[in-house]
């Protein structure tokens, strides 16, 4: 089985300051993960993703994110937080074609960033 | 359609009514997803549809939950006798071909509300 965790249901960063939402996953063999968003009443938008390569992935709106495979982590990071990213991020896994397991992404809980003026 | 579209974008029921949601996924992808959002709560999978190939259907939560996807498109999720708990935020994606790399393409979601 595969599943996400975000431990934080809220984070909140002042604006300018550098942020981080954190996520942990577990899943058979290699992962492949996500980053999506989600602004208000507003589909999931796509963020990022690792599937393999340099543990430092660059995304949208200036986000990165680094997978840690001995931690087992791939948290976000902004260098510099806008009130504009404040909305609702969500952690997926996935495990490679050559595991088994769900085909789908398994999306964690989510996590509120309220980024303040 | 430029984007994963579905509908409707709101629906109130009554306890026990059957309701039916649409998902109209991009042109020429071939893989499609059904998940739930509910109030507070991530994202919970439902079903998933890959070209020809039998759905994964592991995610429905009973036997009141179906979908089907006619022609490799369209696609409809029915809840039948619904009940309270039902009550979340049916969202869509698309995607080129499951299990490859490829991102999620969403739809905005229907909310069903049920009374």
């Known amino acids: 089985a595969q599943s996400v965790a975000q431990p934080e249901d809220q984070v909140n960063v002042a604006e300018g300051n550098p942020l981080t939402v954190k996520c942990t996953y577990s899943?058979?063999?290699?992962?492949?993960l996500f980053w999506y968003v989600q602004y208000p009443n507003r589909g999931l938008q796509f963020l990022l993703k690792y599937i393999t390569g340099d543990n430092l992935v660059k995304g949208s709106y200036g986000f990165e994110a680094e997978f840690n495979k001995s931690q087992t982590s791939f948290h976000l990071k902004k260098p510099s937080a806008l009130v504009s990213d404040s909305a609702l991020y969500f952690c997926a896994v996935r495990a490679d074609l050559m595991d088994t397991g769900r085909r789908a992404l398994t999306f964690g809980s989510g996590t509120r960033l309220q980024v303040q003026p | 359609g430029a984007g994963v579209s579905q509908s409707p974008s709101n629906k109130v029921t009554e306890k026990g009514k059957d309701v039916e949601l649409r998902c109209d996924p991009i042109?020429?992808?071939?893989?499609l997803y059904w998940y739930r959002q509910s109030l507070g709560q991530g994202l919970e999978f439902l079903i998933y549809f890959q070209g020809n190939s039998a759905p994964d259907k592991s995610g429905l939560p009973s036997d009141r939950f179906s979908a089907e996807r006619t022609g490799g498109s369209v696609s409809t999720l029915t809840i039948q006798r619904t009940q309270q708990e039902d009550s979340a935020v049916y969202l869509c994606?698309?995607?080129?071909?499951?299990?490859?790399?490829?991102?999620?393409?969403f739809g905005e979601g229907s909310r069903l509300t049920v009374l």
């Open positions: 042109s020429g992808h071939t893989a």
């Open positions: 994606a698309s995607s080129v071909l499951a299990g490859t790399t490829g991102e999620l393409f």
């Open positions: 899943v058979s063999g290699n992962p492949y």
